[in-house]
């Protein structure tokens, strides 16, 4: 079973149109909650770190939010230079320091 | 600020073949990270160095293998290639090897084999 587990596998929007990705996890003892986003043949980019329930961090279009079971990053107004593929990972006390990923929500934002 | 490089950006094997891929880590990090990405996937984790020892290791056989060096770059070394270990390869760096410090990452090396 998926530790970490992200929706919508892809996710294609017109410019201006908001919503959210999901990324779920099934760890217990989570010591943080990581988003990246990573560009084709790129490696990720860092963009929050999320450590506890109700947190939220907020970077120009981008704002990440935390509960107990689930992180959201909403995504307003959209450009079309935001597309990219967009990971999250999480760190717990079975990880010790490394992460674990999901695979990824690939996003297109069309002019 | 130099960020986390990583050394060749593409390489071609053949299987059997042993490779060395290198990293240095962002300036101030001690803590090296590496990760394999297949096509599609989230980067793995197959080991993590910290004052020049492997500190944890993920599901990943002897063939892999690494080394961190005194002022912190690192080496991944992959023996007997395989056509299954063609990914990208990410080293990510970080301040301490603890749960809550964070990974930045560099832009990988593509490693094909065939």
């Known amino acids: 079973e998926d530790q970490v587990t992200q929706s919508p596998e892809a996710l294609r929007l017109q410019e201006g149109e908001s919503s959210s990705l999901n990324c779920s996890y099934t760890v217990s003892g989570l010591r943080g909650l990581f988003w990246y986003r990573q560009d084709p043949g790129k490696g990720p980019e860092f963009l929050f770190t999320l450590y506890s329930a109700g947190e939220e961090k907020e970077k120009e279009r981008l704002k990440a939010t935390l509960t107990k079971k689930e992180s959201f990053l909403h995504i307003t107004a959209p450009k079309p230079e935001d597309s990219a593929t967009y990971l999250c990972?999480?760190?717990?006390?079975?990880?010790?320091?490394?992460?674990?990923f999901g695979k990824g929500t690939k996003l297109s934002v069309k002019p | 600020d130099a960020g986390v490089t990583q050394s060749p950006t593409h390489l071609i094997k053949t299987r059997g073949q042993q490779v060395t891929l290198r990293c240095s880590p962002k300036s101030g990090h001690d803590t090296v990270s590496w990760y394999q990405q297949a096509l599609g996937q989230g980067p793995q984790f197959i080991f993590q160095y910290y004052e020049e020892e492997e500190r944890q290791r993920g599901n990943f056989p002897d063939r892999f293998s690494g080394h961190q060096f005194p002022n912190y770059s690192s080496e991944l070394n992959v023996n007997a290639l395989l056509l299954g270990d063609s990914a990208l390869y990410l080293c990510a760096s970080s301040l301490g090897q603890g749960p809550y410090n964070e990974q930045f990452f560099g832009p990988g090396t593509r490693l094909t084999v065939l």
């Open positions: 990972a999480v760190n717990y006390g079975g990880s010790q320091g490394n992460l674990i």
